[in-house]
């Protein structure tokens, strides 16, 4: 598994200063499920074909985020109704 970190970055300018990182895998899981749930929500709201493409383009990369879930699992959050 890839070591994953997640950031909280303060932007100052054109730069972002760490404020704290993680690695919490129930913080990353929760961090994954917020992300895709938005990222569904901007395929489902699509105002054309193009942009649906692009969205779901986005949706499938995000779903596969490594180091939150198993990629090979059957999970209903990878996943647009």
């Not at 760490?18 to 990222?39: G, Y």
């Amino acid at each position: 598994m890839i070591d994953v970190v997640l950031t909280l970055q303060l932007p100052k300018g054109d730069r972002f200063i760490p404020i704290a990182m993680t690695n919490d895998r129930a913080v990353l899981e929760h961090f994954k499920t917020v992300v895709l749930a938005q990222s569904r929500e901007q395929v489902k709201s699509s105002i054309d074909e193009i942009e649906a493409l692009t969205q779901r383009a986005e949706f499938d990369r995000l779903s596969r985020l490594p180091g939150c879930t198993d990629p090979t699992e059957n999970n209903d959050e990878n996943k647009i109704d």
